[in-house]
């Protein structure tokens, strides 16, 4: 009953929802490594064919477009990053990897960091405790055995915590999450009020490419925006992080920036980074890792 009729909760009861998970002390550095006035963050979730399987579907079509990701988005996007000499972060969903773990290996080998993003992209906030335990140790585990290189950081697949998902990543030792909105820096996060030691690089819709481009055909959702006007919103953001000399942190997908009228977004991102000339690109864990040593 008092979950349909909030106005009825004590103010115990609310304020324990609100403080269970928050935005602890500012890792904000004086500065970025070499000087850099700014840290960029690119990363890419490579979701595959995985966002037609987290909900049961088996639409040969959408996994068409998932394996569109995996065989032209991603090397497309490593080509590019390979041009430029730039690192980034590719979170992959355990199924995924296990479809296509060539491609995981060429992401380590060529200098970039893999991140945690769920077992087969599932809804994480909605599981109980022992289920996404076991997905979150099995995806990590997955992720290992396949690049030979244990992750340290997690995005989680539906951008939201269930009550259990950060005691979770103590358990797992972790670096880093990237999931939570509460800054556009790095912060450490507190569970119930008690520091954890993780670091938060934040996400924001406004930076993920698929709040702009990506639809849904039998759901009616188009919200397309023109490239250039994408393009015109990250560089934005990019200016503002360096005028604040914070971070810059960018989502994107295969599946979605790959395509030929869109990956020039990023050739563009980085070239206006790289204009700069006191930018550091890095991966989100060199980026926590920096952080929490030289943070506030």
């Given at each position: 009953?008092?979950?349909?009729?909030?106005?009825?909760?004590?103010?115990?009861?609310?304020?324990?929802?609100?403080?269970?998970?928050?935005?602890?002390?500012?890792?904000?550095?004086?500065?970025?490594?070499?000087?850099?006035?700014?840290?960029?963050?690119?990363?890419?979730?490579?979701?595959?064919?995985?966002?037609?399987?987290?909900?049961?579907?088996?639409?040969?079509?959408?996994?068409?477009?998932?394996?569109?990701?995996?065989?032209?988005?991603?090397?497309?996007?490593?080509?590019?990053?390979?041009?430029?000499?730039?690192?980034?972060?590719?979170?992959?969903?355990?199924?995924?990897?296990?479809?296509?773990?060539?491609?995981?290996?060429?992401?380590?080998?060529?200098?970039?960091?893999?991140?945690?993003?769920?077992?087969?992209?599932?809804?994480?906030?909605?599981?109980?405790?022992?289920?996404?335990?076991?997905?979150?140790?099995?995806?990590?585990?997955?992720?290992?055995?396949?690049?030979?290189?244990?992750?340290?950081?997690?995005?989680?697949?539906?951008?939201?915590?269930?009550?259990?998902?950060?005691?979770?990543?103590?358990?797992?030792?972790?670096?880093?999450?990237?999931?939570?909105?509460?800054?556009?820096?790095?912060?450490?996060?507190?569970?119930?009020?008690?520091?954890?030691?993780?670091?938060?690089?934040?996400?924001?819709?406004?930076?993920?490419?698929?709040?702009?481009?990506?639809?849904?055909?039998?759901?009616?959702?188009?919200?397309?925006?023109?490239?250039?006007?994408?393009?015109?919103?990250?560089?934005?953001?990019?200016?503002?992080?360096?005028?604040?000399g914070g971070l810059f942190q960018l989502t994107m997908h295969p599946h979605v920036i790959g395509y030929r009228?869109?990956?020039?977004?990023?050739?563009?991102?980085?070239?206006?980074?790289?204009?700069?000339?006191?930018?550091?690109?890095?991966?989100?864990?060199?980026?926590?890792?920096?952080?929490?040593?030289?943070?506030?």
């Amino acid at each position: 009953m008092t979950e349909t009729e909030p106005y009825r909760w004590s103010e115990p009861e609310w304020r324990s929802r609100v403080e269970h998970v928050r935005a602890g002390r500012r890792l904000k550095p004086p500065s970025w490594p070499g000087g850099a006035r700014c840290a960029v963050a690119l990363s890419f979730d490579s979701d595959h064919e995985t966002n037609e399987l987290r909900d049961g579907g088996k639409s040969i079509g959408r996994m068409s477009w998932g394996q569109y990701g995996a065989r032209v988005g991603v090397p497309r996007i490593l080509d590019l990053l390979a041009r430029h000499g730039v690192k980034a972060t590719f979170f992959v969903p355990a199924v995924a990897a296990l479809l296509h773990p060539d491609e995981q290996r060429r992401v380590v080998a060529e200098g970039h960091e893999i991140g945690i993003h769920g077992w087969i992209h599932e809804l994480n906030s909605v599981l109980p405790h022992e289920i996404e335990r076991d997905l979150m140790f099995r995806a990590a585990d997955t992720l290992e055995e396949i690049t030979r290189i244990r992750p340290v950081g997690l995005r989680t697949p539906s951008w939201d915590f269930s009550p259990n998902t950060l005691s979770i990543e103590r358990e797992l030792g972790l670096l880093y999450d990237s999931s939570l909105m509460a800054d556009e820096d790095c912060y450490e996060l507190l569970l119930d009020g008690e520091p954890t030691g993780i670091v938060e690089l934040p996400v924001e819709w406004v930076r993920d490419d698929a709040a702009y481009l990506i639809m849904h055909r039998f759901g009616g959702l188009r919200p397309y925006t023109p490239p250039a006007d994408v393009l015109d919103i990250f560089r934005r953001e990019l200016d503002g992080a360096h005028v604040d000399g914070g971070l810059f942190q960018l989502t994107m997908h295969p599946h979605v920036i790959g395509y030929r009228s869109r990956i020039w977004i990023l050739d563009e991102v980085i070239r206006h980074a790289k204009a700069k000339g006191d930018v550091w690109f890095a991966t989100h864990a060199e980026v926590a890792a920096w952080a929490r040593e030289h943070g506030e």
